[in-house]
């Protein structure tokens, strides 16, 4: 079964750092873009960072500077390295394939003040 797996959120501090990580079966990430969401309580799902097959990087404005994403031809895993979190960084983060329309179940990442 074609399917994408998040691992890495949990409770940090602003300023902390976390790295969630995701997991892709079969044939999907090699013909993808892979991308990294999020969506705060009462909040639309956003854009955090995407990344093409060929390793071009794309960032919201919000993160650049801070987060990193990644990719992992080997492991067929995308990763997205967040530095110097704040709390409206709290969100339930969504890994995605695209264009195929894959989504994650979510990891939730929260950022205390």
């Known amino acids: ?6 691992s890495g959120g949990g409770l940090v501090q602003a ?3 976390l790295r969630l ?3 892709a079966s079969g044939s999907i990430f090699w013909s993808n873009t892979m991308g990294w969401y999020r ?6 799902r956003e854009l955090v ?10 960032y919201a404005d919000s993160v650049k500077g801070r987060f990193t994403i990644s ?3 080997a492991k067929n ?10 709390p409206e960084d709290t969100a339930v983060y969504y890994c995605n394939a695209f264009p195929i329309g894959l989504w994650g179940q979510g990891t939730q990442v929260t950022v205390s003040s």
């Open 15 to 17: 300023g902390g750092s």
């Open 39 to 44: 969506q705060a309580p009462g909040k639309q």
């Open 1 to 6: 079964q074609v399917q994408l797996v998040e």
């Open 21 to 23: 990580s995701c997991a």
């Open 77 to 86: 895993t995308v990763s997205l390295q967040m530095n110097s979190l704040k």
């Open 49 to 58: 960072a995407t990344i093409t097959t060929g390793g071009r990087t794309n």
């Open 71 to 73: 990719r992992d031809n």
